[in-house]
Structures are given as structure tokens and as C-alpha cells.
Nanobody, 120 residues
């Protein structure tokens, strides 16, 4: 079993910054990819950014140039640095990991979610 624990959400004024962290623990042979999704009551869950084991990254268009995803493979941790935050970034942010475990080469895991609120 793999657990993802997120931290770093909160309330910030527009234009401000937050840094989210997500640490994976458990029996992990390799983390294939990690990323962040977000969801609001009015929208489906959307991919914000992900990073592969090799370091390749991808971002949704609305956060390019403002958000940066990074990972520490030794710590099985992914980070999301969010700058120039806008009220429309307000959402619950979920950490995601595609993990190679003892049972499966690719299995999905999710964090519990952390609230990010950006005031105008």
C-alpha cells in the first residue's frame, strides 16, 4: 500500500505564492510519474502539472509560466511552486502518483487533497 501526504495549502492574496508538497510512502519500487490535479465544485478534476521519473514536465495552459513542478526522487516527494496566484486558481489540489509496486508496474494513488484559496 502506498500513501500520499500533501501539505502547503492555505489562503493567500492574489499575486502571492504557495508551495505544495506531496510525499509518497510505502512499498515503492519506482515512482513512474507524479503530479497535481485540482477540482472545484463547478469543474471536473483537471490536471495542473505532472513530472515523470526522468524529469519531463507538462502543465495545463492556464498555469504555464506561473507554476513549477519538481520532485526529489530520493524522498519520493513532489512539489508545486505556485506564483502569481489568481482567484481562479482556488481549488482543492490533489497529489497523484503512478507507482511501480510489488504487485503492479503501474498503479494510481491519490492524496487526500489540500485547499488553496486565493483572494482577490
Amino acid at each position: 500500500q502506498v500513501q500520499l501526504v500533501e501539505s502547503g495549502g492555505g489562503l493567500v492574496q492574489g499575486g502571492g505564492s504557495l508551495r505544495l508538497s506531496c510525499a509518497a510512502s510505502g512499498i515503492i519500487l519506482r515512482i513512474n510519474a507524479m503530479g497535481w490535479y485540482r477540482q472545484t465544485p463547478r469543474k471536473q478534476r483537471e490536471l495542473v502539472a505532472f513530472i515523470t521519473n526522468g524529469g519531463s514536465t507538462n502543465y495545463t495552459e492556464s498555469v504555464k509560466g506561473r507554476f513549477t513542478i519538481s520532485r526529489d526522487n530520493a524522498k519520493n516527494t513532489v512539489y508545486l511552486q505556485m506564483n502569481s496566484l489568481k482567484p481562479e486558481d482556488t481549488a482543492v489540489y490533489y497529489c497523484y502518483a503512478d507507482v511501480h509496486t510489488l504487485v503492479l508496474m503501474s498503479d494510481e494513488y491519490w492524496g487526500q487533497g489540500t485547499q488553496v484559496t486565493v483572494s482577490s
